[in-house]
């Protein structure tokens, strides 16, 4: 089957590399149960690309979609520019992938089901899933149905690695690891990022994505909320001030304030907290027209962003709720 090819916008003539992922108004519904909506997305290479939102967002659907589990009911996806429907063994070649729920074989050890895996690839050099699998404390030589649902985690993803792949898709993938091994975790993404391969990280874990991925999406209710950079994001996120003052200030002076969410204060009114959206600009100048004391600020981070955007009211779900359909 040939594979179909996708025009890249211009981005190859222009010097630029075409991305590992795209997405064009992606759309997959379970009957009448959404998945995904009008889905567009570009990951490209060399990227660690986080996927974001809660169990049910969608997010597995769209892996499934993307290696041709399921197909869209409109809209398409391409991986390496291959249109998915199109050849997806040509797709799946260069992947690695680390499903949500992984299926073993509970009589084989370890190192039988990497062999396993590795003749289904034609990969006789199983050199880099073993050292994964090292680098994770994980003993290949015992049965599957002996391990941990922790050891089982990191069998996958040794599998994940196994042919040094161009792209991998990993959803969920540090379910059951403790922090030690989320550690060596995110050390073997930033590996696979400074080879240039590409990651696609599916999590609801989000200072696990602020740490280690470059760009993040957003989807909620089955719809994507935004796509941006890590850096952009917590800057959009909400900053927390806390200052104490000299002699008691108004609140009411900060409130009225651009991007002041809240601003609170002590009986005294000599301690103010505030919330702020944005640049923390226009609430230091105010402050300093007063004796300030101390300022202690607490830093937006992705968390704060990400329940931000849920919790926005300008962001409409439909009726009919959305997510993975089991």
Request: hydrophobic content about 40%; proline content about 4%; some cysteine.
């Amino acid at each position: 089957m040939s594979s179909t090819m996708w025009p890249c916008r211009g981005r190859v003539a222009s010097g630029l590399m075409a991305p590992v992922i795209r997405t064009d108004n992606l759309t997959k519904y379970y009957g009448k149960v959404l998945g995904v909506e009008e889905l567009n997305l570009e990951v490209e290479p060399g990227q660690i690309f986080g996927f974001l939102g809660p169990n049910g967002a969608g997010k597995s659907t769209t892996i499934r979609v993307l290696l041709d589990f399921i197909r869209p009911t409109s809209g398409r996806a391409a991986v390496f520019g291959i249109q998915t429907t199109a050849d997806p063994i040509a797709i799946h070649r260069r992947v690695g992938y680390l499903p949500g729920e992984l299926a073993m074989y509970d009589k084989m050890t370890g190192a039988e089901l990497l062999t396993y895996f590795g003749a289904l690839r034609d990969v006789s050099d199983l050199g880099e899933a073993h050292r994964v699998a090292a680098m994770l404390d994980l003993d290949l030589s015992r049965t599957i149905r002996s391990y941990s649902s922790g050891n089982r985690q990191k069998l996958g993803l040794a599998q994940a690695f196994l042919h040094r792949p161009e792209l991998l898709i990993l959803d969920e993938p540090t379910n059951g690891l403790d922090p030690l091994m989320q550690q060596t975790f995110h050390s073997l993404l930033e590996e696979t990022r400074a080879a240039g391969r590409t990651v696609f990280l599916s999590s609801h874990v989000l200072p696990e994505v602020e740490r280690i991925a470059d760009k993040v999406a957003i989807i909620r209710g089955g719809r994507l909320v935004t796509v941006a950079a890590v850096a952009e994001l917590k800057q959009k996120a909400v900053h927390r001030l806390e200052i104490r003052f000299g002699a008691p200030v108004d609140p009411n002076e900060f409130e009225r304030l651009s991007g002041v969410r809240s601003a609170t204060a002590t009986s005294e009114n000599t301690v103010l907290s505030l919330a702020i959206e944005g640049s923390v600009d226009a609430a230091v100048k105010a402050a300093a027209r007063h004796e300030v004391v101390n300022v202690v600020s607490h830093e937006g981070d992705l968390e704060e962003a990400f329940l931000a955007f849920y919790s926005d009211p300008s962001v409409d779900l439909d009726a009919k709720g959305g997510g993975d359909a089991q």
